[in-house]
């Protein structure tokens, strides 16, 4: 193991990983990554891998894009496969005041290049046929 590195990392998680990852794309030689047991084995294992798509913050929605993008490509860049499956959320209103921040949502998703629709009951139900729609 070497003895100094100009970065050292500390913790091998998503976070800790996605920095070295970040750092050696950038040309970084001199780094280190120290993690107690094993890669992934504190609470990034258990995350189930679930990216959120959108966030209300348009930064954070710049960086949630920028990891997506990063996932699609990581097995073609490394020869490592990853289990990368994208797949959508749906999300339920079951109110006017949530149909309105859903309606929101929508229009600052596509500010960050994120594809929202709104849908009606019948093609939820389509979409999701063990949902139960409400009178």
């Not at 993690?35 to 929605?61: C, D, Q």
């Not at 596509?110 to 139900?125: D, H, M, S, Y």
Request: charged share 20%; net charge negative.
């Amino acid at each position: 193991m070497q003895s100094h590195a100009r970065v050292v990392v500390v913790g091998g998680g998503a976070v800790g990983v996605n920095v070295l990852y970040s750092l050696a794309k950038r040309g970084w030689t001199d780094v280190c990554l120290l993690e107690r047991t094993e890669l992934t084995a504190g609470s990034t294992w258990h995350a189930a891998g679930l990216i959120p798509i959108y966030s209300f913050s348009y930064k954070v929605g710049r960086m949630i894009k920028k990891t997506i993008d990063i996932y699609e490509n990581l097995e073609a860049e490394t020869g490592q496969g990853i289990g990368w499956h994208k797949c959508g959320q749906l999300r339920v209103a079951e109110s006017a005041d949530r149909m309105d921040e859903y309606l929101n949502y929508a229009s600052i998703a596509e500010t960050q290049g994120v594809r929202a629709e709104i849908l009606t009951p019948e093609e939820t139900l389509d979409l999701w046929p063990l949902m139960e729609r409400s009178p």
